[in-house]
């Protein structure tokens, strides 16, 4: 009985259960919203404004909401564009990156978190896209290598622009496919844009279009025809070379001329880093685009900075500048300061090493300019190599103020003695009876070799010559420019003679000063090239172009030879004149043997103003007259 009670009273229970919690029930907590579509607005050729609206009760969430975007009809692949999911009652997204001419397909959408309502689809079609178009083009700066481009564009052509440019190209070269036209020089891209073109030539024609890209086309401007302006020069500065203690070689390039004539060239140099303002300018002549310079005069163990530079009407223009270090001092005569401290080295038997190397040479490095110095005091002698390197010792200016007093730059050059490649200027002067008075050396049995004299030597006495006055050795390839008066005077020398193992030789040596002989204790003589010799002496292709006066014997070339010397193949140019003994080649030959050597002698110039022949080359012959 009781287990047939006990399922009575469990079903009981059960559906008293169900009615309670049916009465206990309320409306639901979180409606859907009801979403709508707007349309389409602002529709451009890459976007459009879309909206849409949401309607809420009470109890709406909105989590979420926006636009969905698609190119499909049927949504099945949609692009979300979320709005701001506020209480407002509608909202609107801006899509954008649209590709033109293309139908779209969106719909509203909400969402609650858990479930997502959407409004109906609509669509709308983005217009066709076109190339961009351009407004104003100008150029604005032409300095003849360059110039800057600016454009406007009025319409990008519905599409983002993606580059924006000039092509340009030389007019001679025709019109062509701007596609495939010309170089192409990029600028920022938008709606307003500038390109420089840095590559131009002067006075040259060119044409160019401006141009612009975007999603879908390029855009070009009209053609514009611009003549690029003169310029200044280009020019670049090249490696220095040949660099020493003293000396270097510069050398530039001039790239481009500008398109008008160079008006000069060369470099700036200096120890300061900016040549071109604080250095000093030294031109190079001549026409040719590649130049150089070989500059002396530098200082040892110095950084010095150089620069090409060229001119033309455009102005001046500069080259990159290149610095360079001299080498480090080598015995030597690198100034006036350095030339009296070995003068008076060797006069005091002091130290010499500075000034002449292991090798017994001295260079001179610089020239020397001695205008300072009113009366040089000379070496009292040399025996060593004096290498002058081509420069010049100038305004040497010796006074002698000693009765048979010697004027003399570098004293009595010994057999070992050699001085070479050096240029003398200067004055000698004596108001008192001297002996010797010559620009290099009074007593001489070395070499001397490739040296010039411009001394000027006036003294009322005294044998003077215009390289040395005593010679017992070699004079080669040496000229005298100076004027020289004295007791006797001779052009290259005054007088000489062979030594035991001495040869007493001049040969390719030039007179081109006035020598004159006023007569003294040592005799009377003049001559273009010596004023007496004997003993074996010889003279060989020596020229005479200057005048030649003597109050006694005068000569083109020898004023007095004596026994044993040799005259070939030399030239008389000048006006000789003299005494008695007078002649264009000699004036007179003492000996009354056939010792005395004449052959191929010319003589061109004048005799006591007698046209030079053959037979007045000789003023007086004595050979085999007894």
């Known amino acids: ?366 020239d020397i300019d001695m205008s300072s110095i009113d009366d040089w005091e000379g070496f009292g002698f040399w025996g060593n190599i004096f290498e002058g390197n081509g420069h010049t010792i100038s305004n040497v200016r010796m006074i002698n103020t000693e009765e048979d007093g010697i004027l003399c730059f570098f004293g009595n050059i010994y057999a070992t003695g050699v001085v070479r490649n050096l240029t003398m200027t200067g004055e000698f002067t004596s108001d008192l009876p001297l002996e010797y008075a010559a620009p290099f050396s009074w007593e001489f049995s070395g070499v001397i070799s490739n040296c010039h004299s411009y001394v000027n030597i006036t003294a009322i006495d005294g044998n003077v010559g215009g390289i040395v006055t005593r010679n017992f050795g070699l004079i080669e390839n040496c000229t005298n420019h100076g004027n020289l008066v004295g007791g006797s005077a001779g052009g290259i020398y005054d007088h000489g003679w062979n030594l035991e193992n001495l040869t007493s030789e001049t040969r390719n040596c030039t007179n081109y000063g006035r020598i004159e002989a006023l007569g003294s204790r040592y005799g009377n003589y003049a001559g273009g090239i010596v004023a007496n010799s004997s003993g074996g002496t010889i003279f060989s292709n020596c020229i005479n172009e200057g005048e030649v006066v003597s109050v006694g014997v005068a000569g083109g070339i020898v004023g007095m030879a004596n026994n044993g010397i040799t005259i070939t193949d030399c030239e008389n140019r000048g006006a000789i004149t003299g005494g008695d003994n007078t002649g264009g080649i000699c004036g007179q030959i003492s000996t009354t043997d056939e010792t005395v050597i004449f052959t191929n002698n010319i003589n061109t110039g004048t005799v006591n103003g007698e046209p030079g022949t053959n037979d007045n080359a000789i003023g007086h012959d004595g050979r085999n007259q007894q």
């Open 1 to 366: 009985m009781t287990k047939r009670i006990i399922p009575h009273i469990l079903g009981i229970l059960c559906g008293l259960l169900v009615i309670a919690a049916c009465l206990e029930e309320k409306d639901p907590l979180n409606y859907s919203p009801n979403v709508a579509t707007g349309q389409a607005t602002d529709i451009t050729y890459t976007g459009a404004t879309l909206s849409g609206t949401i309607q809420r009760n009470a109890n709406t969430i909105v989590a979420e909401c926006g636009i969905l975007i698609s190119q499909s009809r049927d949504m099945t692949s949609y692009t979300k564009l979320k709005a701001s999911a506020s209480s407002s009652a509608s909202f609107a997204v801006n899509a954008t990156g649209l590709t033109p001419g293309t139908t779209y397909y969106y719909c509203a959408y909400a969402s609650s978190g858990y479930s997502e309502v959407r409004g109906e689809v609509n669509h709308f079609i983005t217009p066709e896209g076109t190339s961009p178009l351009f407004g104003n083009v100008e150029i604005t700066t032409n300095d003849g290598r360059s110039a800057t481009i600016t454009a406007t564009i009025t319409d990008e052509g519905g599409s983002e622009l993606v580059l924006c440019g000039v092509r340009y190209w030389e007019a001679e070269n025709g019109e062509e496919d701007l596609e495939t036209k010309g170089r192409l020089v990029t600028g920022t891209t938008g709606m307003t844009f500038n390109v420089t073109i840095s590559d131009l030539m002067p006075s040259t024609e060119y044409i160019l279009c401006a141009i612009a890209h975007n999603a879908t086309s390029m855009g070009y401007s009209d053609k514009l025809h611009v003549t690029t302006s003169k310029a200044a020069p280009i020019v670049d500065t090249h490696e220095v070379t040949n660099i020493s203690s003293l000396t270097a070689t510069f050398n530039g390039r001039i790239t481009s001329d500008g398109s008008t004539p160079i008006t000069s060239r060369g470099f700036c140099y200096g120890t300061d880093a900016n040549p071109a303002q604080n250095g000093t300018r030294m031109a190079v002549e001549g026409n040719a685009t590649d130049f150089t310079l070989d500059i002396s005069g530098l200082k040892p163990s110095t950084t010095y900075y150089v620069c090409a530079y060229a001119e033309n009407e455009m102005g001046a223009a500069y080259g990159e500048v290149v610095s360079f270090t001299t080498e480090d001092r080598v015995p030597g005569i690198y100034s006036l300061e350095d030339l009296i401290a070995l003068r008076d080295a060797i006069n005091n038997r002091g130290d010499t090493s500075p000034y002449i190397n292991a090798e017994g040479v001295t260079n001179l490095y610089t």
